[in-house]
């Protein structure tokens, strides 16, 4: 019997899945969080070419009028299809949640994760630092910004990089402290490696898995901020189609043409518990692969 | 003879103890391994085997400090070495294989990427040349398929197999010393004896010399060529394998291998005397013979003993200068079991 062959019970090694095959492993958590998220994403990409409408187009003849085939969601007191600001509203939020979620998560990681990995002074200044900044509510935080900054996209897109840095960097180097201790590193000193190599090579994999499952939440977290700043007026200022800003219009109508704020509201719980899913599914198969 | 290739004299490893105290854990080992030599190293857990083994890399864990001591490898003195140099001798001088084989290996990366980054960043070799060399080191170490599993991740592989992708990894670069720390104590018997052969034909092939950290007697018996036996931070005994086993000189050696069940002639298994009492904490300082407290020899000049290697027959050294069993000839073993009688 050869070595290798009394080696058998592993696991039969994983083919390059067709892409079809390797959405069938998924959990079915992810597989609803992705048509769901998948769906609005495109529709929000698309809306200029699905929206039946201009954002801000008036139509004088058809003010307050309920969903119909004509106006998908009805339309607002000036005439406007809400359907179409719904779809643009969407995809100006979606883009400045990604945006100040993704841009400065891999400088808060890489902060987080070297304050971890050398320890002393470095991490003195880099953990006191975050406990200043984690100190603060977030949404104090912003406001503060905003208050500073005025009114405007640049308040929430200043603020919250500043007040969301602390959290990932303390995520990061929590999860350093673990995975240097691990033997791979240990591994990476032995053969002669340099530290940049073991930190950003072995090191930084590891430590970013929590981090990316962390923003899934904090897309949706600050997806709603956006949403609630614009609809008490510090976000995105009217007319720019914004979903917090549509929900603020139609709040005084909520009885007599109640489509303006439900439908939209709607499409933000929507959006919400397609990315939830997904960040859920992920951090499951997370705990799967580091359980050994 | 020409000086040994690795050669550790009165190496002492400390750790700052909770009042300011020193707890030393290493305490004056003397240890030399020949070329192409392998030196088993066997004990109790915290006997200070392993931390002996990463002093010959200088990667004794923090807060831990090598206090004293040398440690000389091929006639350089590998504590006065500076990072660059030291870097390089961790890189191309000693490999070092570890217990855990899941652990060793980094879960983000495939480990055919992770054999090729050696052979870049340590060999200088170019993409498509390091992973050719790759695969050819995956079937070097008895890896079936090798093309396909080098695109496998850790946790798709055996454990088995995690050990010989880690086995290609630290000979890679060809070192002239390998230190395996517990190789083989994470896998089942059968891969265990796999595992020992195929370090086994690296040896023959490479002419590479090894240090074995094991606390398995059956697993030293098998690969080694010598036997160093720690015992509260020190060596209390050193000599050939067979000698080791079969007439031990030292109490302790004694009975550590006494309590290794055996089978006797009918198959049936033979319950042997376990040793009484445990290993001495780290804080705990006992004057003399570090033994003497759980020694059934144990006698009143045993607290003045020095713990100095003495010869006591060719190649052979214990550090028990009462030699209980100086004249008891060969240990009993089940399937000797009539030498005794």
Same mark, same amino acid.
């Given at each position: 019997?050869?070595?290798?062959?009394?080696?058998?019970? @592993?696991?039969?090694?994983?083919?390059?899945?067709?892409?079809?095959?390797?959405?069938?492993?998924?959990? @079915?958590? %992810?597989?609803?969080?992705?048509?769901?998220?998948?769906?609005?994403?495109?529709?929000?990409?698309?809306?200029?070419?699905?929206?039946?409408?201009?954002?801000?187009?008036?139509?004088?003849?058809?003010?307050?009028?309920?969903?119909?085939?004509?106006?998908?969601?009805?339309?607002? =007191?000036?005439?406007?299809?809400?359907?179409?600001? @719904?779809?643009?509203?969407?995809?100006?939020? /979606?883009?400045?949640?990604?945006? !100040?979620?993704?841009?400065?998560?891999?400088?808060?990681?890489? !902060?987080?994760?070297?304050?971890?990995?050398?320890?002393?002074?470095?991490?003195?200044?880099? +953990?006191?630092?975050?406990?200043?900044?984690?100190?603060?509510?977030?949404?104090?935080?912003?406001?503060?910004?905003?208050?500073?900054?005025?009114?405007?996209?640049? *308040?929430?897109? /200043?603020?919250?990089?500043?007040?969301?840095?602390?959290?990932?960097?303390?995520?990061?180097?929590?999860?350093?402290?673990?995975?240097?201790?691990?033997?791979? #590193?240990?591994?990476?000193?032995?053969?002669?490696?340099?530290?940049?190599?073991?930190?950003? &090579?072995?090191?930084?994999?590891?430590?970013?898995? $929590?981090?990316?499952?962390? +923003?899934?939440? =904090?897309?949706?977290?600050?997806?709603?901020?956006?949403?609630?700043?614009?609809?008490?007026?510090?976000?995105?200022?009217?007319?720019?189609?914004?979903?917090?800003?549509?929900?603020?219009?139609?709040?005084?109508?909520?009885?007599?043409?109640?489509? /303006?704020?439900?439908?939209?509201?709607?499409?933000?719980?929507?959006?919400?518990?397609?990315?939830?899913?997904?960040?859920?599914?992920?951090?499951?198969?997370?705990?799967?692969?580091?359980?050994? | 003879?020409?000086?040994?290739?690795?050669?550790?004299?009165?190496?002492?490893?400390?750790? $700052?103890?909770?009042?300011?105290?020193?707890?030393?854990?290493?305490?004056?080992?003397?240890?030399?391994?020949?070329? *192409?030599?392998?030196?088993?190293?066997?004990?109790? +857990? *915290? +006997?200070?085997?392993?931390?002996?083994?990463?002093?010959?890399?200088?990667?004794?864990?923090?807060?831990?400090?090598?206090?004293?001591?040398?440690?000389?490898?091929?006639?350089?003195?590998? #504590?006065?070495?500076?990072?660059?140099?030291?870097?390089?001798?961790?890189?191309?001088?000693?490999?070092?294989?570890?217990?855990?084989?899941?652990?060793?290996?980094?879960?983000?990366?495939?480990?055919?990427?992770?054999?090729?980054?050696?052979?870049?960043?340590?060999?200088?070799? &170019?993409?498509?040349?390091?992973?050719?060399?790759?695969?050819?080191?995956?079937?070097?170490?008895? /890896?079936?398929?090798?093309?396909?599993?080098?695109?496998?991740?850790?946790?798709?592989?055996?454990?088995?197999?995690?050990?010989?992708?880690?086995?290609?990894?630290?000979?890679?670069?060809?070192?002239?010393? #390998?230190?395996?720390?517990? $190789?083989?104590?994470?896998?089942?018997?059968?891969?265990?004896?796999?595992?020992? &052969?195929?370090? *086994?034909?690296?040896?023959?092939?490479?002419?590479?010399?090894?240090?074995?950290?094991?606390?398995?007697?059956? %697993?030293?018996?098998?690969?080694?060529?010598r036997v160093a036996v720690m015992y509260g931070g020190h060596i209390v005994e050193t000599g050939p394998v067979e000698?080791?086993?079969?007439?031990?000189?030292? $109490?302790?050696?004694?009975?550590?291998?006494?309590?290794?069940?055996?089978?006797?002639?009918?198959?049936?298994?033979?319950?042997?005397?376990?040793?009484?009492?445990?290993?001495?904490?780290?804080?705990? !300082?006992?004057?003399?013979?570090?033994?003497?407290?759980?020694?059934?020899?144990?006698?009143?000049?045993?607290?003045?003993?020095?713990?100095?290697?003495?010869?006591?027959?060719?190649?052979?050294?214990?550090?028990?200068?009462?030699?209980?069993?100086? =004249?008891?000839?060969?240990?009993? @073993?089940? &399937?000797?079991?009539?030498?005794?009688?």
């Amino acid at each position: 019997m050869s070595a290798a062959t009394a080696d058998a019970g @592993t696991v039969a090694p994983r083919r390059r899945l067709g892409i079809w095959r390797r959405i069938k492993r998924w959990p @079915t958590t %992810v597989k609803v969080g992705a048509v769901i998220f998948g769906i609005l994403a495109l529709a929000a990409l698309f809306a200029p070419l699905i929206a039946p409408y201009k954002p801000n187009e008036i139509d004088p003849f058809a003010l307050l009028s309920s969903p119909s085939g004509q106006h998908l969601f009805g339309t607002d =007191d000036t005439g406007r299809d809400v359907f179409s600001r @719904t779809l643009y509203g969407l995809r100006l939020d /979606i883009l400045l949640a990604l945006l !100040v979620t993704y841009v400065p998560l891999p400088f808060a990681v890489v !902060v987080g994760a070297l304050a971890g990995y050398f320890g002393g002074w470095v991490d003195t200044i880099v +953990s006191r630092l975050a406990d200043v900044f984690i100190a603060f509510p977030f949404i104090v935080l912003v406001i503060a910004v905003v208050a500073i900054v005025g009114p405007g996209i640049e *308040g929430f897109l /200043i603020g919250v990089p500043l007040a969301a840095w602390a959290l990932y960097a303390r995520l990061a180097r929590a999860e350093m402290l673990v995975v240097r201790e691990q033997p791979y #590193m240990l591994a990476t000193t032995a053969l002669g490696y340099s530290k940049w190599r073991a930190i950003f &090579k072995h090191g930084l994999p590891n430590v970013a898995r $929590p981090c990316f499952v962390y +923003s899934t939440i =904090d897309l949706i977290g600050n997806l709603i901020l956006l949403a609630g700043l614009s609809y008490l007026g510090f976000g995105v200022q009217p007319p720019t189609a914004e979903l917090g800003g549509i929900i603020a219009d139609g709040q005084g109508y909520l009885l007599t043409a109640w489509w /303006i704020a439900t439908l939209p509201g709607l499409v933000l719980v929507l959006f919400g518990v397609g990315v939830g899913l997904i960040g859920e599914g992920i951090s499951d198969r997370g705990l799967e692969r580091g359980g050994r | 003879m020409s000086s040994p290739l690795l050669e550790i004299e009165s190496l002492r490893v400390e750790f $700052p103890g909770e009042e300011g105290e020193r707890l030393v854990a290493v305490k004056g080992v003397d240890l030399a391994v020949e070329q *192409g030599e392998v030196v088993g190293l066997v004990g109790e +857990s *915290g +006997s200070g085997k392993s931390l002996t083994c990463r002093a010959v890399m200088r990667m004794v864990p923090e807060p831990g400090t090598i206090s004293a001591g040398s440690v000389r490898f091929d006639g350089e003195d590998v #504590m006065a070495l500076n990072t660059r140099k030291l870097r390089d001798f961790r890189a191309h001088s000693v490999g070092m294989i570890y217990q855990n084989p899941f652990g060793s290996l980094n879960p983000t990366m495939r480990v055919g990427g992770q054999i090729a980054e050696t052979l870049k960043v340590n060999k200088g070799m &170019k993409r498509d040349a390091a992973k050719k060399e790759a695969i050819a080191l995956l079937e070097r170490v008895g /890896i079936e398929d090798p093309e396909h599993r080098y695109r496998a991740y850790p946790h798709e592989l055996s454990g088995g197999m995690c050990q010989r992708v880690m086995i290609a990894i630290s000979t890679a670069s060809s070192p002239r010393l #390998m230190l395996a720390d517990e $190789p083989t104590t994470a896998l089942d018997v059968t891969t265990q004896a796999q595992i020992l &052969k195929l370090l *086994g034909k690296m040896r023959a092939e490479e002419g590479m010399a090894m240090l074995l950290v094991s606390h398995d007697f059956g %697993v030293i018996a098998q690969a080694c060529d010598r036997v160093a036996v720690m015992y509260g931070g020190h060596i209390v005994e050193t000599g050939p394998v067979e000698t080791i086993y079969h007439e031990p000189e030292h $109490p302790y050696t004694r009975a550590l291998l006494n309590s290794v069940p055996e089978l006797d002639s009918a198959g049936n298994v033979q319950r042997r005397a376990a040793l009484a009492g445990h290993p001495p904490e780290l804080s705990e !300082v006992i004057p003399g013979c570090v033994f003497a407290p759980r020694c059934e020899h144990a006698k009143q000049e045993c607290a003045g003993v020095s713990m100095k290697l003495e010869q006591v027959g060719s190649d052979h050294e214990s550090a028990c200068p009462v030699r209980p069993y100086a =004249d008891a000839g060969a240990r009993g @073993t089940a &399937k000797a079991g009539k030498v005794e009688a």
